[in-house]
C-alpha cells in the first residue's frame, strides 16, 4: 500500500476515573477541587484514536502522526510520561486550562491554530483524529468544530473502524443508534475522523519508544504556546454533584428462588 | 425577543420523523410558549411533505436524494440553509448520531455556538439548560448570550409530539451542495437474534467481571454465565449493558461472553442509557453503579459483595447472593409464564 498520510491526533487529559471529583468556583469559571493533583490520563476516546492513527500509520509507510493536546505544561509531561511508551509521535502541545468547563469553541480555535502552525503538513494527506467525545466535557463539538475550520467537509463520529484502500479511498464504520453501525465509503483525504473505542488494545509500555519520543517532547513542551480561552458568553448557572441518594435494602437471607420470584415479579407487567 | 426553530430529521425508512426528533418539537412548543416565541420547524429528509403531519408553526424543510442519507456534508449544508432561512435565536434538535455528526459545523457557519447533551430547559428571565459533565458525574446549569444558540437534546428527556393533524404546508429551502465524495453504503447491525442492544427495552440488564471470574469450584464457567445471560435477554427482551473490564477482557486474551462488544459498554467510555428499569449483576465499581446508570429509573443489583460500597446509595435492591443461581432461576421461572 502506498498511501502516505499525515494524520493529527486531538487529545486532551482528563482525570483519572477512579478519583472522586467535586466542582468549586474559581476566579476564572467552574472547576475541580484540587484539580491540578488529581492523577491524569489521556483521554479515553482520544486514546483510542492514537492508538489507531499509530496502527494506520505503521501500515502506510511515510505516513506521519502528531498528537496536539491542550492543558497545562505540567499536567501535559506528566501524562506524557506514560503515553510516550504506547506508540511513537511527535507532540505539538498547547499551554492552557485544564477540565471540562472552558468553552469549546475557544477549544477549538487554540487547537486549530496549532495544527495550523504545524511544519510539513500537508492538508491533502490529512486525517484529523481524536475522541467522538471527550470524557470530560463530553460535548463531542471541538473536534467537528476543528475540522470545520480547517475546511474538512467529511467528517465520521462513533468511529469503531477505518479500512483503507489501495486508491487512497476508505471505508468508515460509525456507531449508530440502536447498537447498529453506519458503512460509508469515502473518496479520500482528508477527513475527520471522531473515535469511539475502535478495535485495538492498549499497547504495552515501551521503554525505547518512550526515550525516543521524550526527547522530542521536553523540547516541544518548553517552547508550547500559551492559549487564553475565550468564555464565548458561556457562563454557568450552578455546578453541582448529583444528591440524589437512594435508601438501599440490603438482603442478605434471601434464598436464589426466593430473590428469582421478587425479581420475576418485579419485572412483571413490563415483560 | 426570542425565536425558536426545532430541527427534525427523518428516521431510516424515511417516512416518518425519528423520535428523538418529535422530543424536540414538543421542547421547542414549551420553549416558544413560556418565552412567546415564535416557533418554525425544519425537516431535513428527501420527500418532507408526508413528514410534516401535525407540526405546530411554519415548517422548512430540504428535499431530495442527497437528503436520504446522513452524511455530514450534505447534513451541514441543509441545517445551514435552513437556519439561515429560518434566522431564529435558538436551535433545537435531537442528539442523534445524524445531527449530533454536523450540528457543531452548523452553528458555526451561522456564526452561533452550541451546547449538547442537554436533559432539559429552564430559567425565567432567560434560557438555561442543564448538561452533565465528566460523564455524567457532575451536573451544571448553564446559560449563553450569544446567539444563534444551538442545543442538542438527549433522546428520553421529552414527550414526542403526537404529530396529530392535517399535514402542514412546507416551504422547500434550496440548498448549495458541496461536492458530495462520501457515501452511506449501508448498515451494518448483528442478527435479530443476536442484537443485545435494544434502546426502547423497559429493562437494562448490566453484566459485570464477575460473570467470567473463577466460581466457587475453582473453575470459570463463562459458557454457563452467556448461556444465562442470552437465555434472559431472550426471554426478557431486555438490553445489555457490560461494565468495561468485562468487555476488555476479549483484548487481553481472556475468556469472553462471545456477544459482548465494545457497543455494550456503559459507564466512563461507554453509553448512559435511559431505561426504566435496571438489573446489575456481578459489577463491583462506579462505572456501572453511578456513572452507567445515572439515567436508570429502579435500580436493582445482585452481588456477592455485602460491602460493595458503590450499590450503597445508588440502587434500590440489593440482593447478596450467586447471580449464577439467581440467573438460572429466573430464567425458569420466566420460560414457565
Same mark, same amino acid.
Given at each position: 500500500m502506498s498511501n502516505s498520510l499525515h494524520i493529527v491526533v486531538c487529545a486532551g487529559i482528563v482525570p483519572d476515573p477512579l478519583q472522586t471529583l467535586e466542582p468549586l468556583a474559581t476566579p476564572t469559571g467552574p472547576g475541580l477541587k484540587n484539580e491540578m493533583v488529581l492523577p491524569a490520563v489521556l483521554d479515553p476516546w482520544a486514546a483510542s484514536a492514537l492508538y489507531e492513527a499509530a496502527a494506520l500509520a505503521a501500515k502506510n509507510p511515510g505516513s506521519k502522526l502528531w498528537l496536539v493536546a491542550l492543558g497545562p505544561k505540567a499536567k501535559l509531561q506528566q501524562v506524557m510520561m506514560t503515553v510516550a511508551q504506547k506508540v511513537a509521535f511527535e507532540l505539538v502541545p498547547v499551554d492552557g486550562p485544564i477540565g471540562g468547563f472552558p468553552d469549546a469553541h475557544a477549544t477549538a480555535a487554540a487547537l486549530s491554530s496549532a495544527i495550523e502552525s504545524i511544519a510539513g503538513l500537508d492538508h491533502t494527506k490529512l486525517l484529523l483524529f481524536g475522541?467522538?467525545? *471527550?470524557? *470530560?466535557?463530553?460535548?463531542?463539538v471541538t473536534l467537528q468544530l476543528i475540522g470545520e475550520r480547517l475546511g474538512i467537509v467529511d467528517q465520521f463520529f462513533g468511529v469503531d473502524e477505518i479500512s483503507l484502500r489501495e486508491d487512497g479511498s476508505f471505508e468508515v464504520l460509525e456507531r449508530v443508534e440502536g447498537g447498529k453501525h453506519q458503512v460509508s465509503k469515502c473518496a479520500g483525504t482528508p477527513a475527520v475522523l471522531g473515535w469511539a473505542t475502535g478495535n485495538l488494545a492498549e499497547p504495552r509500555n515501551n521503554p525505547q519508544v518512550g526515550m525516543a519520543n521524550m526527547r522530542t517532547i521536553m523540547p516541544a513542551l518548553q517552547k508550547a504556546q500559551t492559549a487564553k480561552l475565550d468564555a464565548n458568553s458561556l457562563s454557568y448557572v450552578s455546578v453541582n454533584l448529583p444528591r440524589q441518594q437512594r435508601e438501599t435494602r440490603v438482603e442478605k437471607n434471601m434464598t436464589p428462588d426466593e430473590i428469582a420470584a421478587e425479581l420475576v415479579d418485579w419485572l412483571g407487567k413490563d415483560f | 425577543m426570542e425565536s425558536i426553530f426545532v430541527l427534525t430529521h427523518a428516521d431510516e425508512s424515511g417516512v416518518a420523523l425519528t423520535r428523538a426528533s418529535l422530543e424536540a418539537v414538543t421542547a421547542g412548543m414549551e420553549l416558544a410558549a413560556r418565552l412567546s416565541a415564535t416557533l418554525k420547524i425544519g425537516i431535513v429528509a428527501a420527500d418532507p411533505q408526508p413528514l #410534516?403531519?401535525?407540526?405546530? +408553526?411554519a415548517v422548512l424543510a430540504v428535499a431530495g436524494p442527497a437528503f436520504a442519507q446522513p452524511r455530514f456534508a450534505s447534513d451541514a449544508a441543509a441545517c445551514e440553509a435552513l437556519c439561515r432561512a429560518a434566522e431564529a435565536s435558538i436551535v433545537l434538535a435531537p442528539g442523534s448520531s445524524r445531527f449530533a455528526r454536523v450540528m457543531a459545523a452548523v452553528a458555526h457557519r451561522v456564526g452561533g455556538v452550541i451546547d449538547t447533551h442537554i436533559t432539559a430547559l429552564g430559567g425565567e428571565a432567560a434560557v438555561e439548560a442543564t448538561r452533565w459533565f465528566y460523564r455524567q458525574r457532575i451536573e451544571a446549569v448553564v446559560t449563553r448570550t450569544a446567539r444563534p444558540w444551538f442545543l442538542l437534546l438527549d433522546a428520553g428527556t421529552h414527550m414526542a409530539c403526537a404529530g396529530e393533524g392535517a399535514n402542514a404546508t412546507v416551504e422547500i429551502v434550496p440548498v448549495n451542495l458541496p #461536492? %458530495?465524495?462520501?457515501?452511506?453504503t449501508g448498515i451494518r447491525a448483528p442478527r435479530q437474534d443476536e442484537q443485545t442492544i435494544r434502546p426502547d427495552a423497559k429493562l437494562l440488564f448490566v453484566a459485570g467481571a464477575g460473570w467470567t471470574k473463577k466460581q466457587p469450584d475453582g473453575q470459570m464457567h463463562t459458557d454457563e454465565a452467556g448461556k444465562l445471560i442470552h437465555g434472559f435477554l431472550r426471554l426478557s427482551g431486555a438490553s445489555l449493558g457490560s461494565s468495561k473490564s468485562l468487555v476488555d477482557q476479549g483484548g487481553e486474551g481472556h475468556s469472553v %461472553?462471545?456477544?459482548?462488544?465494545? %457497543? @455494550?459498554q456503559i459507564g466512563q467510555t461507554g453509553s448512559t442509557p435511559r431505561h426504566p428499569k435496571g438489573l446489575s449483576t456481578c459489577c463491583h465499581g462506579e462505572?456501572?453503579?453511578v456513572v452507567g446508570w445515572r439515567f436508570i429509573g429502579e435500580r436493582r443489583a445482585i452481588s %456477592?459483595?455485602? @460491602?460493595? +460500597?458503590?450499590?450503597? +446509595?445508588?440502587?434500590d435492591v440489593v440482593y447478596i447472593a450467586d447471580a449464577f443461581q439467581v440467573m438460572a432461576k429466573v430464567n425458569e421461572r420466566l420460560a414457565k409464564s
Open positions: 475522541g467522538w467525545e *471527550s470524557a *470530560s466535557r463530553g460535548a463531542g | #410534516s403531519k401535525g407540526l405546530p +408553526g #461536492s %458530495l465524495r462520501t457515501e452511506v %461472553l462471545p456477544f459482548l462488544t465494545h %457497543l @455494550n462505572e456501572p453503579h %456477592l459483595d455485602p @460491602n460493595c +460500597g458503590w450499590t450503597r +446509595g445508588k440502587a
